[in-house]
C-alpha cells in the first residue's frame, strides 16, 4: 500500500501510463477505482460559465452521491469543441464503465491542458483498455499523469483514527489559468454518506482551493472529487471528517502555491478591518489580483503604496483616512500614512505575508494566498501554445 | 503661440522646470494659468475611494465651476501622507494663489510618482516662486515636466470653428498604476458654460480615458481638468464642444496607450452580444484585465481558449454554447468551437483587435482598449521604487 496518495487509504486501485496525449512523452492518462464496499462521493466544480465537456459529464455523474470511478487525463482539457467534445467525454465514459463492468453514471472524466483541440480519440481509446487491466498500487504515477506546466508531483496523506484520507492535485492556480486547470482525487477508506462528504469537502474548498488566485483566471475544468470506500469499517463523525478534508485540501493548497507558474514568492493576503468576511475577502482578491503590486512583490519592493492603490478599489467597507497594512508583521503603514523605515523593510525571503486592516471596527476577515508576477510567468503564458 | 499643446489656445500661459524632485534632473513642475476674460472648468477625477491630498483639494476647487491655475508636479504623488500631505497640498495652492492673486479655492493640484512619500517642500516652494515668473507659451515643456515613466511627451490640438482645444496627458495606463497616475490638461478659448464643460467632459471621459484599462489598477490621483479662457469670443454649441472635447480625448488616450508601460501590443477588446453596453463593458474589461490572454498577445498567441475562459465569468449575459471570437477580424471560434485554421492567425503586428460576441440577440456593446503583459511591464513595476 503506498505510504500516500490515492492509493495509500483501503479500497482505492489506479493505474496511469503514456498515451502520448503531451507532447513530452509523459504520462498523460490515470484511472481511479473505488473497490468498495461503499462508492459515496462528493465534488466540486468551477465557477466559469464556459465548461469543458467532462465537466459537464462529471457533474451529472456526482448528482446521486455515487462514483465508483474517474478517468483523468492531461495534456488536452476538451473544452470548446462543441458537440464533438461532449460525444468524445461520452465515449470515454462509456467505455470506461464497459471494462469495469460500471453504469456509464458512475463514472467521472476530468481533463486539462489546452483549449479548443479535439481529443486524439484512438490514443485514449487504446489508454484506457490499458488502464482498465493495470490497476493496482500506482497513486504515485497517477499524480504524475494528471501534471501539465506543474514541475513536482503533489501527493498528500491524513491519518483518522482507524482511517485515512489521501490525495492527488495538479495545477498551477486555482480557478485559474485556462491552461494549467486545478485537478484534485481526494480519497479516504472511512464510511460516510455523500452528505456528509458534500458537507466537508464544501467547508474546506472555500477557505482553501478557493482562496487560492494566482493570477484570477478560472478555468473551464477545475474538479475536486472525494471519494469514499468505507474499506476501514470506520465510521468517523462530521467533525473528524470536516478536520481530514480541511487539513488535506489545506496541504494540497500549499503545494499548489509553491508549484505556481513562475513562482518566486509566496505570498499571504489577509484583509481585516472591515464589515463582513465576504468584504475582507473580495479586498483580499482585489489586491492578490493586482499586477502591480504583485511585481513589487517580485522584486521584494515593500512598496505599501500599491496596496492602499489596489484595497481602495475593493467593494468593501473602509475608512480611507485609517487603513493599515504590514509586511512580515512589521507596520509599514499606519492611518493611511507610511512609517519610518517602511522602506527598508525586508521582503528577500520566499515568504511574503500581508496584512491590511480596512479602519473599521467590524468581524470581517479572510486570507487569500497568491504568487508574485514574474519574468517567468510571462515567459510561461506567452509561449505555452505556440 | 504653440502649434499643439495647452499653450495653443488663447488665453493660457505655462511654465515648466526642474525643481529636483525626479532623481533624473528631468523638468518635473508645472503650472498652467488660464488669463481669460472667462475662467470656467470642468474635471473628473479618480474613483478611488484612497486619494492623493491634491485630489481633495482639487475637488474642493472644481466645486464652483471656476479654477484659474493648476499646479503639476512628477516624482512625488503626495498620497496617503496623512494630515501633512494635507498641509502641504495646501500650502502650495496658497503660494500660488498669492503669487498669481488669486483665491486659493480658484487653483487647481495635480501630484504624480511614488506613493507614502512627503513632498520635498523646500524645492517646491522654491519652484513655484521661480514658475509664477517664467509664464509664457511653454505648454510643450509643461507636457514634459508631468511625464512619469512616460517615455513621450503627448500634447494634442483640436481646432473648431474660430476656436481650438489643446491639451496634455501623462500616464501609462488610466485609471492606472499607482505610480503612473493619468493627468490630463485640456484648455479651449472657447466660450462654455461650467456646465457645458462638464457635459462633455464627461461625456468623453466615459468611452476613452474610461475604457483605457492597462493593468486594472486604479491610481490614488488620476485627474483630468478641461479650462475655458472665452478669449476666441466664440461660443460653440453644445454638440461642436461635445465633438471637440471626444476628439481631443480619443486622441491623447491613443497615445496613452501607445506609451503604456512595456507595452509591444496594443490590443483592442470590443464585446457584443449581450444585454446591455454596462455588460458589454464588464466582459471587455474582464478579458483585458486577464493576464493570461495578455501574455498570449504578447507571443502574438491566437490563443483564442483563453478568451472564453475569462469572459465566461465576467458579470454578462451569454449563452455558454454560443460564444464567437475574432481576432482581427478572422473567426477563431464560433459557437464556443474553434474554427480550422485558429492556430494560424497571424498577430506578429502591433495592433490586434479582439471582437467577442457573446451569444445573445442583445444590444449591448463596449470596446475596452489595453496592452500585453511583457517582460518589460514586469520590469519595469518591479524595480521602479526600490
Known amino acids: ?17 503514456t498515451a502520448g496525449i503531451k507532447p513530452s512523452g509523459n504520462p498523460d492518462m490515470a484511472l481511479v477505482v473505488n473497490t468498495g464496499p461503499e462508492f459515496h462521493a462528493a465534488a466540486v466544480f468551477t465557477r466559469n460559465r464556459v465548461v469543458a465537456s467532462p465537466v459537464k459529464l462529471s457533474r451529472q455523474a456526482i448528482a446521486d452521491g455515487q462514483v465508483k470511478a474517474v478517468l483523468y487525463n492531461a495534456g488536452n482539457a476538451n473544452a470548446c469543441n462543441g458537440r464533438q467534445g461532449d460525444l468524445d467525454a461520452a465515449e470515454l465514459q462509456h467505455q470506461v464503465a464497459e471494462l469495469l463492468d460500471l453504469s456509464p453514471s458512475d463514472v467521472g472524466i476530468c481533463s486539462t491542458g489546452l483549449i479548443g483541440e479535439l481529443l486524439p480519440m484512438g490514443k485514449l481509446r487504446a489508454g484506457i483498455d490499458k488502464l482498465a487491466t493495470d490497476l493496482g498500487d500506482n497513486g504515485g504515477v497517477a499524480a504524475e499523469a494528471i501534471m501539465t506546466t506543474d514541475l513536482v508531483k503533489k501527493e498528500i496523506l ?23 486547470t486545478m485537478l484534485v482525487c481526494f480519497t479516504t477508506d472511512a464510511s460516510a454518506t455523500p452528505e456528509m462528504l458534500d458537507t466537508a469537502l464544501r467547508a474546506a474548498t472555500r477557505v482553501t482551493f478557493d482562496t487560492l488566485d494566482i493570477d484570477g483566471s478560472t478555468s473551464t475544468n477545475d474538479t475536486v472529487f472525494l471519494l469514499a470506500s468505507g474499506a476501514s469499517g470506520v465510521s468517523p463523525t462530521q467533525e473528524e471528517l470536516n478536520a481530514a478534508v480541511l487539513a488535506a485540501s489545506q496541504e494540497l493548497t500549499s503545494k499548489l502555491q509553491a508549484d505556481a ?3 518566486t514568492k509566496r505570498v499571504a493576503v489577509t484583509v481585516e478591518g472591515t464589515s463582513t468576511d465576504i468584504q475582507a475577502l473580495d479586498a483580499a482578491r482585489t489586491l492578490a489580483r493586482d499586477s502591480l503590486f504583485k511585481c513589487a512583490m517580485f522584486g521584494s ?41 517602511a522602506r527598508e523593510v525586508d521582503l528577500s525571503g520566499a515568504d511574503i505575508d500581508v496584512l491590511v486592516h480596512l479602519g473599521i471596527d467590524g468581524p470581517g476577515r479572510a486570507t487569500v494566498r497568491t504568487t508574485d508576477l514574474s519574468h517567468d510567468y510571462v515567459e510561461i503564458n506567452s509561449a505555452y501554445s505556440s
Not at 505599501?304 to 509586511?327: C, K, N, Q, T
Open 158 to 180: 491524513v491519518q483518522g483514527n482507524g482511517w485515512s484520507l489521501g490525495g492527488m492535485g495538479k495545477g498551477v492556480g486555482m480557478m485559474s489559468p485556462s491552461l494549467a
Open 261 to 263: 507558474e513562475g513562482v
Open 1 to 17: 500500500m503506498s505510504t500516500t496518495g490515492i492509493t495509500a487509504p483501503a479500497g482505492f486501485t489506479a493505474a496511469a501510463l
Open 301 to 341: 519592493d515593500p512598496n505599501w503604496g500599491r496596496v492602499l492603490a489596489a484595497v481602495g478599489v475593493a467593494d468593501a467597507d473602509m475608512d480611507p483616512e485609517h487603513i493599515s497594512v504590514y509586511f512580515n508583521g512589521q507596520p509599514v503603514c499606519v492611518d493611511t500614512t507610511g512609517t519610518p523605515g
